[in-house]
């Protein structure tokens, strides 16, 4: 355990001993070991002994003591008014923090006041505005084992989003973490280690929790039977682990998040699969540093959204993309549909721009956290929910007429809000200006009372001027000493019999009348029991909201598709997409671009491509810079972009339905895990042999780079043979490796294509045009001068090139003659002969990437 956490060792041996506040401060940490406790002493938030330390160093503020009469501790402490932004720091730094607040009135106190722990506040339990980004979930996981099954759970404490799936193997549930990148995990015993990836807080929690019986009861208590939503034990178990927590981090037995009313299952198989490296590959959601500026993402060109929820919600369909025909095409009517109606998508554009983020709104609400400005949001959100069902009227496709339809305008909770809360409420809830008049007729008696009486008060100044005949005579208030009037002292002569002397300044006497005294027990009774009744109403009204969270989520959701489906017909109409084909045989693309890179650059050059059944496997060859990255990228992008509903941008295309995107793109290492380039290469090309169906597309780049020559065609030329005979799956291989290119004359199902270069006088450009064939050339050097190495360089390697051509031509007539003086030493000739005899004998297509590059390694070492 972190020094920091726990209960301060420089207490621990004292407990008896120390003031009571410093025990209570101990007990808290004791109950709340894995947190940095932040301990309310009247403004402030305090830290004491380690922590203190700890605090201090991170946050940069300043570290002082505490001494009393048990001994002198460090201390440092924080202004509540501005607490969120020093928590985000200590979240970055890789801490939770329980916020113990004061529950009890230090007014009322007949000791030391009583504190508790209100939130503990963890990167995946956020629900503080200020802490989210408003167009991101922000996911905390629970991972489970059971009798060889996996759990895994994932819920958006903001937003109420609760999904559960379960697999029966660990590379499925990291496939299924990657996809929702959660910021914080717990994991259950037996949990396997590796699934979560870098800088996801993971937590080994409470076993209680994920027992199955505790898990059950408590699944059970919020949705009903497990078994109605949950198929199998470790799927119970991790979700109901992820209750318990997020009830912890909510403050205990009090925290229930009575806002959650759907819990989702849902089958990995019923989504295309993207795993980490699919996702970072193909820059779905990371942006990439090109030269050093920040280069866009996918999901960057795509969000057109007006709104936060229609943000989420487009990463969410990002994340899975659709293998269901049925729904793909269902978004694809409504896309079609918008794209070709300008008028509706800017008019439904314009309203959602109102909208208000109803998921996080309705969070709060539920978490008695939402402040009366909060519920006037939600009202500005359901006033225009009428509008956008309106604009949806004449919609002819079937989700777009569904979207209507869920569309509830809500009108008692909009009256409600619109009758008891004022339209420019005060942000503090303790000091009134929340409820409109009218809305009570006790509240309106009291606010009354309370405006005759300072009615009376207003008046008395020109009444007792008029009386005493002191013009400079005045009537004011303040908190300490209350209503007064001031007479200088010059005037004192002129001060009636029934003044009461209530205080003495430097130049004149403050003064108060037994009937000012009566109006001003009457205006702060009156205004004290007004704030009072206030805070009771406006509570009210919060818990009625409240109860109608289930119909409020279920119009965000709706909210949320149509701003997506609105986004993806404006990306559509204004970049000239098509609709794409899905559910056929063969990858038939015409005039495809690449949805990022045709934003970036000056021109782009479509390029075509063609994958059938009979011939799945492409091996693409041309110079560096020539464009081979961005087509095989492009190819796939098509793909996620057709089945998660959105057209295309292409001329045409057509596409089958593909389970899974693999890519094996670029060269990284795993410098912590202790794994070189071609390590962590032939680890992701495993996974791709094992797991790729002929439903997949596979994007292979320079595959056997990172060893020798000869061991790297090898295995390249390995591994599109067994693609090819064995999987079955549509596969563009680039390589720079040519000897491969004969791979298409050995293969039925494999095909040449290259990119083009044309040279004149010296000089090489690159056309970016794919062609059917190989390539002839790599025009390395070419590439090197416009890179910009030095003209020296370039000129020696051209000599170095024609060097070397001229030595193997030498090499080839002397073979005969070597190979004669070779057979001399019978010793090495047996042994080269072995391994010629081993080699010959393999069956390289039966192998994977590890045996051969493993093989290899034996027979070279054996030579």
């Not at 990228?633 to 793909?639: G, I, W, Y």
């Not at 064939?773 to 910009?788: F, L, P, Q």
């Amino acid at each position: 355990m972190d020094a920091a956490l726990g209960p301060p060792q420089a207490m621990a041996a004292q407990r008896e001993e120390l003031t009571p506040m410093m025990a209570q401060y101990h007990d808290l940490c004791a109950e709340y070991d894995d947190s940095l406790v932040l301990f309310q002493v009247g403004d402030f938030y305090e830290l004491f002994c380690e922590a203190a330390e700890t605090a201090a160093r991170i946050l940069e503020i300043a570290l002082t003591k505490r001494e009393d009469s048990t001994g002198t501790y460090p201390m440092a402490g924080i202004p509540i008014d501005s607490a969120e932004s020093y928590i985000e720091s200590l979240l970055e730094a890789g801490y939770r923090v329980a916020v113990a607040d004061q529950v009890e009135d230090p007014d009322e106190a007949s000791g030391v006041v009583e504190r508790a722990v209100t939130r503990v506040v963890t990167p995946g339990t956020l629900t503080e505005s200020e802490l989210l980004r408003s167009d991101d979930n922000n996911f905390v996981a629970a991972l489970a084992h059971d009798d060889g099954s996996y759990g895994v759970a994932f819920l958006d404490v903001s937003t109420g989003d609760f999904v559960a799936t379960g697999t029966g193997t660990r590379e499925t549930v990291r496939d299924e973490v990657a996809r929702f990148d959660p910021a914080e995990a717990i994991v259950g015993p037996e949990a396997p280690e590796g699934v979560f990836p870098d800088g996801c807080m993971v937590t080994g929690y409470d076993p209680e929790a994920f027992a199955a019986d505790a898990a059950r009861e408590r699944v059970t208590d919020y949705f009903g039977s497990p078994e109605t939503h949950l198929a199998g034990r470790a799927e119970v178990r991790a979700c109901g682990a992820l209750l318990a927590y997020a009830e912890y981090t909510r403050g205990g037995e009090h925290g229930r998040l009575d806002y959650l009313n759907h819990l989702t299952r849902y089958d990995p198989r019923e989504y295309m699969v993207l795993d980490g490296v699919a996702l970072r590959s193909l820059e779905l959601f990371e942006r990439r540093s090109v030269h050093g500026s920040e280069g866009a993402a996918l999901v960057d060109v795509l969000d057109e959204t007006a709104c936060a929820l229609g943000g989420r919600e487009l990463k969410d369909w990002l994340r899975r993309p659709l293998v269901d025909r049925e729904r793909i095409e269902a978004r694809l009517d409504a896309v079609e549909e918008l794209s070709e109606d300008p008028l509706t998508r800017d008019t439904l554009r314009g309203l959602l721009a109102d909208v208000y983020d109803l998921e996080r709104l309705v969070s709060r609400v539920s978490r008695r956290r939402a402040d009366a400005r909060d519920l006037r949001s939600l009202k500005a959100t359901l006033d225009v929910v009428p509008e956008i069902r309106a604009g949806l009227d004449d919609a002819e496709s079937a989700l777009l007429r569904d979207l209507r339809e869920r569309l509830d305008g809500l009108a008692d909770v909009r009256d409600l809000i619109g009758e008891a809360i004022q339209q420019d409420p005060e942000r503090e809830l303790t000091e009134g200006g929340i409820i409109a008049d009218g809305y009570d007729e006790r509240l309106d008696e009291l606010r009354a009372t309370e405006r005759e009486g300072q009615q009376w008060i207003d008046d008395l100044e020109a009444q007792e001027r008029e009386r005493t005949g002191v013009d400079s005579l005045k009537v004011g208030h303040n908190s300490v000493h209350g209503y007064y009037i001031e007479v200088t002292n010059p005037n004192l002569d002129a001060v009636p019999e029934n003044y009461e002397r209530r205080q003495t300044l430097k130049n004149s006497e403050r003064f108060v009348t037994p009937a000012l005294k009566e109006r001003e027990e009457e205006i702060l009774n009156a205004s004290a029991r007004a704030d009072e009744h206030e805070l009771d109403l406006f509570r009210e009204v919060r818990r009625d909201v409240g109860e109608a969270a289930e119909r409020i989520q279920n119009v965000a959701d709706a909210l949320a598709v149509v701003d997506v489906l609105v986004s993806l017909a404006s990306v559509a109409a204004q970049y000239d997409y098509c609709r794409p084909e899905v559910g056929g045989n063969a990858v038939e693309i015409a005039g495809g671009r690449h949805p990022v890179v045709e934003r970036t650059v000056e021109s782009f050059v479509p390029n075509d491509l063609t994958l059938t059944r009979d011939v799945p496997v492409a091996v693409i060859t041309g110079p560096n810079m020539s464009g081979k990255s961005t087509y095989m990228r492009q190819a796939a992008l098509v793909a996620v972009l057709a089945q998660l509903g959105s057209f295309v941008p292409a001329e045409s295309a057509s596409l089958p339905l593909v389970d899974r995107v693999f890519t094996r793109v670029g060269a990284s290492d795993d410098i912590a895990g202790g794994r070189s380039t071609f390590m962590v290469e032939m680890t992701e090309l495993s996974d791709i042999l094992r797991d790729a169906t002929e439903d997949s597309l596979v994007v292979l780049d320079e595959v056997g780079r990172g060893t020798s020559t000869a061991d790297g065609f090898a295995i390249a030329r390995a591994i599109t043979e067994h693609v090819h005979d064995e999987v079955g799956a549509y596969t563009l291989f680039a390589t720079h490796h040519h000897d491969l290119t004969a791979v298409a004359d050995d293969l039925a199902g494999a095909k040449n294509l290259h990119f083009r270069a044309e040279r004149e006088d010296g000089d090489v450009t690159f056309v970016h045009e794919v062609a059917e064939g190989a390539a002839t050339a790599s025009y390395g050097i070419e590439v090197a001068r416009e890179a910009g190495v030095p003209p020296s360089v370039v000129e020696r390697a051209r000599e170095l090139v024609v060097e070397n051509a001229e030595n193997a031509a030498v090499g080839d007539d002397a073979s005969e003659s070597t190979a004669t003086a070779a057979s001399a030493d019978g010793g090495r000739a047996d042994a080269e002969s072995d391994v010629l005899d081993e080699l010959a004998r393999l069956n390289l297509a039966e192998m994977t990437p590890i045996e051969a590059l493993t093989t290899l390694n034996r027979l070279q070492r054996e030579l």
